[in-house]
């Protein structure tokens, strides 16, 4: 399984990044796909899925309104764009495959899993 996160980086607050995941067709073309991140000292929390049609994202109260997930099937590579950030941003992105069609905000859920990317907001 080939999963990998890209797009990390250093920025300012207010600033944006596009984050992306591609994954072998196999592993993605049916299957819901999952921004995950992980503070220093802090439990891995969900930021934000979508669906295998690409029409149903859900997000993470805290990014919503600044980041959006979107996929191109084509490409087989789910994105994340993130708007006006902010120091609590500042984590190790990962992306994962989920099991099913549908996204979620359960990590259980999710079966494989990429390196993460950094990114770091500074104030």
């Known amino acids: 399984v080939q999963l990998q996160a890209s797009g990390g980086g250093p920025v300012q607050a207010g600033e944006s990044l596009r984050l992306s995941c591609t994954c072998s067709?196999?592993?993605?073309?049916?299957?819901?796909v999952g921004w995950f991140r992980q503070a220093p000292g802090e439990e891995r929390e969900f930021v934000a899925s979508i669906d295998w049609r690409g029409t149903a994202p859900l997000y993470a109260e805290s990014v919503k309104n600044r980041f959006t997930i979107s996929r191109d099937g084509a490409k087989n590579t789910v994105s994340l764009q993130m708007n006006s950030l902010k120091p609590e941003d500042t984590a190790i992105y990962f992306c994962a495959v989920n099991l099913s069609p549908v996204g979620g905000t359960s990590q259980a859920r999710y079966r494989y899993w990429g390196q993460g990317t950094q990114v770091t907001v500074s104030s």
């Open positions: 067709r196999r592993t993605c073309n049916n299957n819901a």
